[in-house]
């Protein structure tokens, strides 16, 4: 696609577009795929997400594709922006997720969760990975070997470590998320094995945990390797899917018992016991 740089100087482009929330944090994942150097998110009515994404350069491929539209603005310092709109979280029972920058202190019995942002999906931002993390942070049991399919930026693996888990490995089939996720985890400390791949190259009977933030499709494809990776007695958490898909996802996972339900708005997760 053609791109339009702005010649004059002290002007770039943002790209202004609401999104519901089944599409906000892919949205984002893929403007910052795209080149965003910044990405500010604000509420909008009707429980909907206001998303403006700064750009060196206007790419009205990327307007199409998103459903944006472009705004030439005065420049600004769109890191402090940025990361001023990215708050600390608290997750699960036991989480308090901080963007890498932020000092804010950790509150009394939480577990500082250090997240990064960038060019991959699942940081503890969006419902959906906040629903896998609680499901791990309440049914990972020590000494678990943990696996995470579709492992995005490596926060279901950070997490998995942090509470206990023996040994984490992820897999991803988006190459430029497995180098985000393999800086990510070292960067926090963490030797995790990762590989470009999908559930179908792990064997049989290997996990303890398995994490599977995904969506409806990729679930059910995957669930027969899902349910042959578990060990017999072990657990996985699936999420990133809306609460209509519920059904859909306990058919194709449906040789295993379901343990427990969590959900967050229009988000659910499940974690099932083979």
Same mark, same amino acid.
């Given at each position: 696609?053609?791109?339009?740089r702005e010649?004059?100087?002290?002007?770039?482009?943002?790209?202004?577009?609401?999104?519901?929330?089944?599409?906000?944090?892919?949205?984002?994942?893929?403007?910052?795929?795209?080149?965003?150097?910044?990405?500010?998110?604000?509420?909008?009515?009707?429980?909907?997400?206001?998303?403006?994404?700064?750009?060196?350069?206007?790419?009205?491929?990327?307007?199409?594709?998103?459903?944006?539209?472009?705004?030439?603005?005065?420049?600004?310092?769109?890191?402090?922006?940025?990361?001023?709109?990215l708050q600390?979280?608290?997750?699960?029972?036991?989480?308090?997720?901080?963007?890498?920058?932020?000092?804010?202190?950790?509150?009394?019995?939480?577990? $500082? #969760? &250090?997240?990064?942002? /960038? *060019?991959?999906?699942?940081? +503890?931002?969006?419902?959906?990975?906040?629903? =896998?993390?609680?499901?791990?942070?309440?049914?990972?049991?020590?000494?678990?070997?943990?696996?995470?399919?579709?492992?995005?930026?490596?926060?279901?693996?950070?997490?998995?470590?942090?509470?206990?888990?023996?040994?984490?490995?992820?897999?991803?089939?988006?190459?430029?998320?497995?180098?985000?996720?393999?800086?990510?985890?070292?960067?926090?400390?963490?030797?995790?094995?990762?590989?470009?791949?999908?559930?179908?190259?792990?064997?049989?009977?290997?996990?303890?945990?398995?994490?599977?933030?995904?969506?409806?499709?990729?679930?059910?494809?995957?669930?027969?390797?899902?349910? $042959? #990776? &578990?060990?017999?007695? /072990? *657990?996985?958490?699936?999420? +990133?899917?809306?609460?209509?898909?519920?059904? =859909?996802?306990?058919?194709?996972?449906?040789?295993?018992?379901?343990?427990?339900?969590?959900?967050?708005?229009?988000?659910?997760a499940l974690?099932?016991?083979?």
């Amino acid at each position: 696609m053609e791109r339009e740089r702005e010649a004059g100087a002290g002007l770039s482009w943002t790209l202004t577009l609401t999104c519901d929330e089944e599409r906000c944090e892919l949205i984002s994942a893929e403007l910052w795929d795209r080149g965003a150097t910044g990405i500010i998110e604000e509420a909008a009515p009707e429980g909907h997400t206001l998303l403006r994404a700064f750009f060196d350069a206007r790419d009205e491929g990327i307007a199409e594709e998103v459903g944006g539209v472009w705004h030439e603005v005065e420049e600004f310092d769109w890191v402090a922006a940025t990361r001023e709109s990215l708050q600390p979280i608290e997750a699960g029972d036991r989480l308090f997720l901080a963007p890498e920058w932020r000092d804010d202190p950790t509150p009394p019995g939480r577990i $500082r #969760i &250090v997240t990064h942002y /960038g *060019r991959a999906y699942g940081t +503890g931002a969006g419902e959906a990975t906040r629903l =896998a993390l609680l499901g791990i942070d309440r049914l990972l049991r020590p000494g678990d070997q943990f696996l995470d399919v579709g492992t995005g930026t490596g926060i279901l693996c950070a997490v998995a470590l942090t509470l206990g888990a023996r040994r984490a490995i992820g897999c991803e089939i988006d190459p430029e998320a497995l180098d985000v996720a393999r800086e990510n985890l070292g960067k926090d400390g963490f030797d995790v094995p990762l590989f470009l791949g999908t559930a179908d190259c792990v064997r049989s009977e290997s996990a303890d945990f398995i994490g599977a933030n995904l969506n409806t499709g990729t679930i059910a494809a995957l669930a027969h390797h899902l349910a $042959r #990776i &578990v060990k017999p007695g /072990g *657990r996985i958490v699936v999420s +990133g899917f809306l609460h209509f898909d519920v059904s =859909a996802v306990r058919e194709a996972l449906a040789g295993l018992r379901e343990i427990a339900r969590y959900d967050e708005n229009n988000w659910t997760a499940l974690v099932l016991e083979r």
